[in-house]
């Protein structure tokens, strides 16, 4: 059974930084496009980044050049680096491989 399981999330002040995990088993991580959403209270889901099987990676607006997405094989875990945060980025973060179920999410919060 493939399980997907975030990690890394908190509460952190506006302009600093978090690194997100997800952890998978049952599948190998590097066979997919693995990608990474966030729900915000209210909202409807919203695409991050995706990181493709052959290591292209691209981002939402939204985060571009403040976020990164990476694969570590070895591990068979994806992060999302996630720098100079501000309150817009307060979501729960979910992390999502093509065809696999999603992970159940961590919170982050941007809060002075």
């Known amino acids: 059974q493939v399980q997907l399981v975030e990690s890394g999330g908190g509460l952190v002040q506006p302009g600093g930084s978090l690194r997100l995990s997800c952890a998978a088993s049952g599948a190998f991580v590097g066979n997919y496009d693995m990608a990474w959403y966030r729900q915000a209270p209210g909202k409807q889901r919203e695409w991050v980044a995706t990181?493709?099987?052959?290591?292209?990676?691209t981002y939402g607006d939204s985060v571009k050049g403040r976020f990164t997405i990476s694969r570590d094989n070895a591990k068979n875990t994806v992060y999302l680096q996630m720098n100079s945060l501000n309150a817009e980025d307060t979501a729960v973060y979910y992390c999502?491989?093509?065809?696999?179920?999603w992970g159940q999410g961590t919170q982050v919060t941007v809060s002075s």
């Open positions: 999502k491989g093509s065809g696999l179920t």
């Open positions: 990181v493709f099987s052959g290591g292209t990676t």
